[in-house]
């Protein structure tokens, strides 16, 4: 994995997780609580999901185990 791929799944993984507060923020206007949750949820555990294989990615990197390189 290079820097720039790096780079863009962590955008990624933050909008996703504005998308799941605006998820959640649009649909309480018109449903319940507990139907909100749910509607969020997959794109709440996608972020969750790519934030913690970034944060292993980038601990590897930092103990020379897999590096991730500058191009």
């Known amino acids: 994995m290079n820097r720039d ?17 605006v998820v959640m ?3 309480r206007i018109f ?10 949820a997959p794109t709440f555990f996608a972020a969750f999901g790519l934030v913690v ?5 980038a601990a590897l990197s930092f103990f020379g185990v897999v590096p991730i390189e500058e191009t």
């Open 5 to 21: 791929r790096f780079v863009q799944l962590s955008f990624l993984a933050f909008g996703l997780i504005l998308v799941s507060f």
């Open 25 to 27: 923020g649009t649909s």
């Open 31 to 40: 449903l319940p609580y507990g139907v909100a949750r749910l509607l969020a």
């Open 53 to 57: 294989y970034l944060f292993v990615r």
